[in-house]
């Protein structure tokens, strides 16, 4: 099974469009499009009857005390977490491609509501963690949100698309389900799966 997109190239840079939020002059950092990136994908096993969708970030501080903080830096070094922005679940099997956009057009503060476009489910992505002590911007953040790592951090971050071709039509999951949630659902019913990861930063003191 291959998993490819028209919005980036594998290893690379994922535009700003993409992205939740993008660097800005006077800065150091604004809000962006945040809308999906385009997924297309081809060779699933002749037995799958749906798909499921994780994106996340492994390159997350694992201490946030320095994080975005004037005058410091989260050092390349310090260990790092996943954090978890998108959960895309019972994905019809005849559906083989997501254009980009159609989740996740722009940046909606306290969350955006599950769509059930395409007849799938979305799941919890962490900014619903990160946001919960801002009254601004707390709230149940289901389905993609993009890239906004530290602008401070010297370490790239990648951002890694894995799509799962399962042996089931729909998977039992609870509403606002979690990643950890989505994949104890599909232990056991993976066929194949397939991987695009994509590179962002907001420091622009890290070359790509």
């Known amino acids: 099974m291959r998993l490819s997109s028209e919005s980036f190239y594998p290893q690379q840079a994922i535009p700003g469009e993409y992205a939740f939020a993008v660097i800005a002059e006077p800065g150091p950092i604004a809000l962006s499009q945040n809308r999906n990136p385009h997924l297309a994908w081809r060779d699933a096993p002749e037995a799958t009857r749906s798909y499921?969708?994780?994106?996340?970030?492994?390159?997350?501080?694992?201490?946030?005390?320095?994080?975005?903080?004037?005058?410091?830096?989260?050092?390349?070094?310090?260990?790092?977490?996943?954090?978890?922005?998108?959960?895309?679940?019972?994905?019809?099997?005849?559906?083989?491609?997501?254009?980009?956009?159609?989740?996740?057009?722009?940046?909606?503060?306290?969350?955006?509501?599950?769509?059930?476009?395409?007849?799938?489910?979305q799941g919890l992505n962490d900014y619903t963690g990160w946001f919960a002590g801002d009254t601004d911007m707390a709230g149940n953040y289901l389905g993609y949100d993009g890239p906004c790592p530290p602008w401070n951090d010297e370490r790239m971050h990648h951002y890694v698309f894995t799509l799962y071709a399962l042996d089931i039509e729909a998977l039992e999951l609870p509403v606002n389900f979690n990643r950890q949630d989505l994949l104890a659902a599909m232990q056991g019913h993976v066929l194949s799966e397939a991987s695009l990861t994509g590179r962002y930063t907001l420091n622009p003191s890290v070359a790509y």
């Open 52 to 121: 499921a969708l994780i994106v996340h970030d492994p390159d997350v501080p694992s201490v946030g005390t320095d994080v975005n903080q004037a005058g410091k830096t989260v050092a390349a070094s310090l260990p790092r977490v996943d954090f978890t922005h998108w959960l895309l679940a019972n994905i019809p099997a005849s559906v083989t491609e997501i254009q980009a956009g159609a989740f996740s057009d722009g940046v909606t503060a306290k969350g955006k509501a599950d769509s059930g476009k395409l007849g799938t489910q």
